[in-house]
């Protein structure tokens, strides 16, 4: 008799008003619990009966109350949804459809129905479907979506991938061809090179060459490089509707087996590539390296028509230059060419080594795949001196490019790094104290003060402190303003070298026709929200990369987890749940949940702070350290490895009660 008492409801509500309120993120848990994420050192507990209003990643205000002297919130208020267009999988119940978004932390049905002209009685049970939320729990009488398209049949081989792509927005066909392709008429006079010993430098199975290469000693003891560029805007005017395709998709898709590139296959593949023994139009760089491996500031840009001289891979040159193998260049031509670049390329590795920032050497993992794409083999490419080579040049060209772009226009698309993020740099400077770091703390907000602190914590034994200073840092971002990038060390960066995969390239390569036509105040400069648009493309292209490994990793590892093969693994990252791994044999990242570290886990404590896992207030485990690991699960509807420690912290008996 009391629930419809309206004096009773005014009361209730009156007392509601007076709780406080807490806005942020929810994050559910596989258990059916959740919490709500304030901050990084603020949540509170979801009971499972009010996270059924709620989905994982949804941001909300909610009221804070206290019950049996525990702290929880009921949600109240939905500020953004955590999804909106999502990959689900169809589940059919008592007749009716059903979805589960594929996330492994949302195990609840919704309820759906197909958007029309869509006949819901073909979708097979466990079909990939990408559907759109239209009811939501916390404003609505319960969930609801509209499916909008199948993506991949529940038996399809190649299901990982299309669910990949449509998850992160990704195209999953090249852009219409033509039958023919005519080039546009070009408005500024090209160099005939033809005769210059340009060479290009790929994996066999590359298609879209994109940069060649031709380098000459000088007599001041450096050298003159010659750097020559696909040309691409030779055919694709702007704002034409390919232009708008290519600008869309922003950069090439490139997932283990397959491609879909940015730009026609004919263009991509065929006319722009840069194929040995053909013409091609081409945008040009003359940069000077001195002795030392300094860049000069003195770059040249120009138009040219090429000619590759060589078509070359990786590993026959980096064994031909270590004295392995059976590979000979083609001619002393080439053979000098590559000789001369190997010195340049120690130079200018030396002189970044000293002045700026040089990467570690970490392989890349490549998946071998059979014509049913299942994976037979996983091959770590190590970074020998060939892949150097090319990298040296890249870095050399985009830096000069960065510099002639700032002082002519002053715009472009720029890859820039900020460095440390500003509001954590008190915190920066106490944990460097701390370690004794012999740096300005005054320093850390300058690229020199940057760069200083990151060669000594390259040159220290372990990478745990590394690992920690990493937390601190910005994100990369794209601009259309100049700006230094600490991650690289240098002072400007705008990339012009992968006009066939990258549409910022395109961007620079206008901008530097336009500039060189005298024509700069007629040029289409890019504006911040194209920037904003290819970070966000670029992250989502970085995320599928992740998301498609991650599924391979999986399926490839099953075999493991039965065989309890013992893996060497790098400790990368510490949680207040357990410890996440990269195996270093394949590269496959792996969770190690708290309760396989240890059973009790009352004497174990895992510190984010610290980046340590402590047994009984001993540091055990910290990053940056080897540990072997065996697998316990490869769960692909998860897509997550298990690990567990391949020797015990604590001996079997210990962890025993006493009897």
Same mark, same amino acid.
């Given at each position: 008799m009391f629930q419809d008492n309206p004096l009773?409801?005014?009361?209730?509500?009156?007392?509601?008003?007076t709780l406080p309120t807490k806005e942020g993120m929810v994050k559910g848990t596989s258990k059916g619990f959740g919490f709500l994420e304030v901050s990084d050192k603020e949540s509170y507990f979801i009971p499972p009966p009010h996270m059924k209003k709620v989905m994982h990643g949804d941001r909300i205000t909610a009221v804070l109350r206290t019950e049996n002297d525990k702290e929880l919130v009921e949600p109240e208020t939905l500020l953004e949804p955590g999804l909106t267009r999502f990959v689900a999988r169809v589940k059919w119940f008592r007749d009716r459809l059903n979805i589960v978004p594929d996330h492994p932390?949302?195990?609840?049905?919704?309820k759906a129905r197909t958007i029309k002209g869509m006949n819901e009685k073909n979708l097979k049970e466990g079909d990939w479907i990408l559907a759109d939320l239209k009811r939501h729990a916390l404003k609505d009488n319960g969930f609801f979506a509209e499916v909008v398209e199948l993506i991949a049949g529940v038996d399809d081989p190649i299901a990982p991938w299309w669910v990949v792509l449509a998850r992160n927005s990704l195209a999953n066909q090249a852009p219409q061809d033509r039958e023919q392709w005519e080039l546009l008429e070009d408005t500024l006079p090209r160099q005939n090179l033809t005769e210059v010993p340009f060479f290009t430098i790929d994996s066999e199975s590359t298609q879209d060459m994109d940069d060649a290469l031709s380098v000459k000693k000088l007599d001041n003891g450096g050298w003159e490089l010659l750097v020559a560029i696909a040309d691409p805007t030779a055919y694709v005017s702007h704002d034409s509707e390919l232009d708008k395709i290519a600008a869309e998709r922003a950069f090439t898709v490139y997932l283990p087996g397959r491609n879909i590139p940015m730009l026609p296959r004919t263009l991509a593949d065929e006319l722009c590539s840069l194929k040995e023994g053909e013409d091609r139009h081409a945008l040009c760089a003359r940069i000077h390296i001195d002795a030392d491996g300094k860049v000069a500031d003195d770059a040249e840009f120009f138009a040219a028509r090429i000619r590759s001289h060589a078509r070359l891979a990786y590993n026959k040159v980096s064994d031909w230059v270590e004295g392995s193998g059976d590979w000979q260049p083609e001619s002393e031509v080439i053979a000098e060419?590559?000789?001369?670049?190997?010195?340049l390329t120690r130079a200018r590795n030396g002189w970044r080594s000293t002045h700026a920032i040089v990467f570690p050497d970490r392989p890349d993992f490549r998946f071998e795949l059979d014509e049913a794409s299942n994976v037979v083999a996983i091959h770590a490419d190590h970074r020998r001196i060939a892949n150097q080579m090319v990298e040296e040049c890249m870095i050399a060209a985009n830096l000069a490019c960065g510099n002639w772009l700032t002082k002519h226009c002053g715009t472009g698309v720029f890859n820039v790094h900020a460095g440390f993020d500003e509001e954590k740099l008190a915190q920066l400077q106490e944990l460097l104290k701390e370690h004794e770091a012999p740096v300005d703390p005054e320093q850390l907000t300058t690229l020199e003060g940057f760069c200083e602190l990151r060669r000594w914590l390259d040159a220290r034994d372990t990478s745990y402190l590394d690992n920690r200073v990493r937390r601190f840092q910005s994100f990369a971002a794209m601009?259309?303003?100049? !700006?230094?990038?600490? !991650?690289? !060390?240098?002072?400007?960066?705008?990339?012009?070298t992968s006009p066939i995969r990258k549409y910022g390239d395109i961007i620079n390569h206008r901008?530097?026709?336009?500039i060189l036509a005298e024509k700069a105040h007629d040029a289409h400069a890019p504006n911040a929200e194209l920037a904003v648009h290819l970070s966000e493309q670029?992250?989502?292209?970085r995320r599928a990369e992740r998301d498609i490994a991650d599924w391979l990793y999986v399926r490839y590892l099953q075999p493991a987890v039965a065989n309890g093969h013992a893996f060497d693994a790098e400790i990368i990252d510490i949680g207040r749940g357990g410890v996440k791994l990269r195996l270093q044999e394949n590269g496959a990242v792996v969770f190690m949940p708290s309760s396989l570290i240890l059973p009790n886990r009352d004497r174990l404590e895992c510190s984010w702070d610290d980046g340590r896992v402590y047994l009984d207030k001993q540091p055990v485990y910290e990053l940056g350290q080897h540990i072997q690991v065996i697998l316990t699960e490869a769960i692909e509807d998860t897509r997550s490895l298990i690990a567990k420690p391949a020797i015990p912290l604590?001996?079997?008996?210990?962890?025993?009660p006493a009897s």
């Open positions: 009773l409801a005014q009361l209730k509500q009156q007392i509601r008003d932390l949302m195990k609840d049905a919704i060419q590559l000789r001369e670049l190997t010195a601009s259309v303003t100049p !700006g230094e990038h600490y !991650g690289l !060390g240098l002072d400007a960066y705008a990339t012009w901008l530097i026709k336009a670029r992250r989502m292209h604590v001996p079997e008996k210990q962890e025993k």
